[in-house]
């Protein structure tokens, strides 16, 4: 739930990108259908952020187009249908085309690693989990696949792990919406943390960069 929060603000911070404009673009334009088509393809490995599609279907119930848990609802199951595709492709052995069009589809292979990991270390619990969780929510379906789970226990546990992602991002985008005024004058603050973290952890790999450059293979070759 925090981190579904966390990325909401970010999305706020960032409302200029054009993934982001598209998204609310969608959202804006087809409603619930829009919710449906962008929510889907983002569980099928497709780098949609559900964090914007959420966030302005929350603007969305704010303005009384429709409710918190019809928004909610049909997020959970786009979320579903999507998941089926990812499971698909590792169940029928094709992750190796997702890993060879990657780069096409913004997909970094450290993703898939990391869900990889994730379902080897936790099993079933990541299945739920990680539907919680940034990026790792979008490719975890591909391992439960390959180890071929059963697709009503997936399915069950997918469903159930998107209804509070979902609700988190929706909740936080009609609380924005009603306090609109407030929050966009303070949202610069948000880049100021983002570009503080970025820095600090340049100069930490430079640190360590250098004193690498110093180690016992330094000393070798100046002796």
Do not use: Q
Not at 34 to 52: D, H, K, Q
Not at 99 to 108: D, G, M, S
Not at 143 to 153: E, F, Q, S, W, Y
């Amino acid at each position: 739930m925090l981190a579904a929060l966390a990325s909401a603000a970010v999305v706020l911070a960032s409302i200029t990108d054009p993934i982001v404009e598209f998204a609310i673009g969608v959202v804006g334009d087809l409603g619930l259908w829009g919710i449906f088509l962008l929510m889907a393809p983002e569980s099928a490995c497709i780098p949609i952020p559900s964090e914007a599609t959420m966030l302005f279907a929350g603007f969305n119930v704010s303005d009384g187009e429709y409710t918190l848990w019809a928004a909610v609802l049909v997020a959970s199951f786009a979320n579903l249908v999507g998941s089926w595709v990812a499971y698909a492709v590792g169940y029928y052995g094709r992750t190796e085309l997702l890993e060879k069009h990657a780069k096409k589809l913004h997909v970094k292979p450290s993703y898939l690693a990391w869900a990889d990991r994730w379902f080897e270390k936790y099993g079933d619990a990541a299945v739920f989990f990680s539907r919680m969780l940034p990026i790792v929510r979008t490719f975890i379906s591909l391992p439960a696949g390959v180890a071929r789970m059963p697709i009503l226990r997936f399915s069950v546990l997918t469903f159930l792990g998107a209804v509070p992602w979902n609700f988190a991002l929706t909740i936080a985008g009609r609380e924005a919406r009603d306090n609109w005024t407030d929050i966009k004058d303070k949202l610069h603050y948000i880049d100021y943390l983002v570009a503080l973290l970025i820095l600090a952890a340049a100069a930490y790999f430079l640190v360590r960069l250098l004193k690498n450059r110093g180690g016992p293979d330094a000393a070798v070759d100046a002796a």
